[in-house]
Structure formats: structure tokens, C-alpha cells
Nanobody
Framework: QKRLAESGGGLVKPGGSLNLDCEGS????????IGWFRQAPGKEREGVAC????????IYADSVKGRIAITRENLKNIVDLRISKLQPEDTALYHC????????????????WGQGTQVTVSS
């Protein structure tokens, strides 16, 4: 069964950084776009960024531009999302998702999702 598993979330102070990993299993990375999304309580899900198996990146959220680096290790089927200069408004449950296509333009059309990893930014 095709699955995604996120890791790396936790509590971080404002201004800090963290790395989130999305590990796929049950499928080969070839041909899949992998996206990162986040959703805070009471707010709509927001697309963060997407990466293709060839390394092409699409950033969905203006709020993270300049603060993230998304990379891909296809051999391990892992996508890493590095976030820096974290602020309380970055607090959310972060999900990754996969789709067998290019990165969707709206950031919301995906085939399957991971369960999420919680990021909490607080002093």
C-alpha cells in the first residue's frame, strides 16, 4: 500500500529552525510530485511547497518564501522540508502528500496523504 509518513515536528522557539521529513513507502519515487501542507486549528489547509522527482520546486505560500528549502532524496523516497525563522503563525499540523503528476497548480489536488507532524512555535 502506498503510504507517506512525516517526522521532525516538535516545539521550537520563535526564530528557530527545524527539518521535516516525508518518507514514502509502497511506491517508487519516479513520477510522483510530493507536496507539503499545513493546517492550524480553525484555519483552512494551506499548501506550502511541492517538489518533483527531478527536483523542480513550486512554492505555494508566499509567507514561507525565503524561509524554506525543500529537497528530495529519491533513492530513499524522502522529501525534506527545512523551515527557518519560525514564528507562532507557522504553528500547524504539517502534512505531506503525493500525486502522480506535475505539481498541481492549486496545491490541493493529491492522491494520498500522510498523517501529519505537529509543529508548535512558542517561547
Amino acid at each position: 500500500q502506498k503510504r507517506l509518513a512525516e517526522s521532525g515536528g516538535g516545539l521550537v522557539k520563535p526564530g528557530g529552525s527545524l527539518n521535516l521529513d516525508c518518507e514514502g513507502s509502497g511506491f517508487k519515487s519516479d513520477g510522483y510530485a510530493i507536496g507539503w501542507f499545513r493546517q492550524a486549528p480553525g484555519k483552512e489547509r494551506e499548501g506550502v511547497a511541492c517538489i518533483l522527482d527531478n527536483g523542480a520546486v513550486t512554492i505555494y505560500a508566499d509567507s514561507v518564501k525565503g524561509r524554506i528549502a525543500i529537497t528530495r532524496e529519491n533513492l530513499k523516497n524522502i522529501v525534506d522540508l527545512r523551515i527557518s525563522k519560525l514564528q507562532p503563525e507557522d504553528t500547524a499540523l504539517y502534512h505531506c502528500a503525493a500525486v502522480y503528476s506535475d505539481c498541481p497548480g492549486d496545491g490541493l489536488t493529491w492522491d494520498f496523504w500522510g498523517q501529519g507532524t505537529q509543529v508548535t512555535v512558542s517561547s
